[in-house]
């Protein structure tokens, strides 16, 4: 492995890229920094991808030298963000980014007054559920409580998906200001991949005035997903859904466990809003 200094040394054109150029005003190169964008575009990049992905296709994608991109990838592994996968040439992203994100004050209350909610609501309906946050333009699963019957399903810790393609980012877009929303969309377009904004905006509509959404699992034959926001000052900081087998052996039925899950959701929210009062 090379030696931490060598890691560490820094390339001059890494702190020249750009900055020179005369269609900069000050306001934009006082807020440049090449070296470090270099390595958000690659951590971005891998995060996008649900395959491991080569250094050769880093640079082809990221339309840069072998160069610029080599000293950058090996110092994000040495640091630990991103690990060659296994039996493979390509990169993946390790948990740390999602560990540094899940010791956030902010998010550790959340999961403190979700988890034995999303539990108790298991019990109840007999269901699984899971807990979804933002993240690039995708949904990222940050908890989750198995079903406590036999046959249920459920999502791993840390699962992404686009975030338009998810009844649980459909929530989550749906209860955002408009600011918010027009920053996600520029990652749903330059990306992931494009999207029907139109479209989507007008389910977001429809899911903010019924306050939950409900719609066959695009991938999971047999599963519907319901979901609920987790509002705090009446944004969404997160999507408690669940993922609704339909079986014979089941104790509710669809419109049994919305309501139970609507009914956690906004339990949590109320918790939320306790706390932030409290502070």
């Not at 000293?71 to 560990?99: C, H, N, W």
């Not at 988890?115 to 298991?122: A, G, V």
């Not at 087998?245 to 509710?252: E, F, I, Y």
Request: net charge negative; glycine share 6%.
């Amino acid at each position: 492995m090379p030696s931490s200094a060598a890691l560490q040394a820094s390339d001059p054109a890494d702190e020249r890229d750009d900055l020179g150029s005369s269609d900069l005003d000050d306001e934009q190169r006082r807020y440049r920094a090449p070296a470090l964008e270099k390595g958000l575009d690659v951590l971005q990049l891998i995060a996008a991808e649900r395959a491991p992905i080569s250094l050769v296709e880093i640079v082809r994608r990221l339309n840069r030298s072998s160069g610029e991109l080599f000293r950058m990838v090996q110092v994000l592994e040495y640091r630990g963000y991103i690990a060659r996968a296994p039996s493979s040439d390509g990169y993946v992203l390790t948990e740390k980014l999602f560990s540094m994100a899940m010791s956030q004050p902010a998010v550790k209350d959340l999961m403190e007054l979700a988890l034995p909610r999303m539990r108790s609501l298991s019990l109840e309906s007999g269901q699984s559920c899971h807990l979804a946050r933002p993240s690039l333009g995708q949904i990222v699963i940050v908890a989750r409580m198995e079903s406590s019957e036999l046959l249920g399903f459920s999502v791993r810790v840390g699962y992404r998906r686009f975030l338009p393609l998810t009844v649980s980012g459909t929530v989550l877009y749906a209860f955002q200001n408009d600011e918010t929303r027009a920053r996600w969309e520029l990652d749903f377009d330059r990306k992931l991949g494009t999207v029907d904004l139109p479209a989507f905006r007008r389910r977001a509509d429809e899911v903010r005035r019924a306050g939950h959404a409900s719609a066959a699992s695009s991938f999971v034959a047999g599963v519907t997903d319901i979901s609920a926001p987790l509002l705090r000052g009446g944004v969404a900081v997160a999507a408690l859904t669940i993922p609704f087998v339909s079986a014979t052996t089941n104790r509710h039925d669809l419109d049994e466990c919305l309501a139970m899950l609507k009914t956690a959701a906004s339990g949590i929210s109320s918790e939320l809003a306790l706390g932030d009062a409290s502070t």
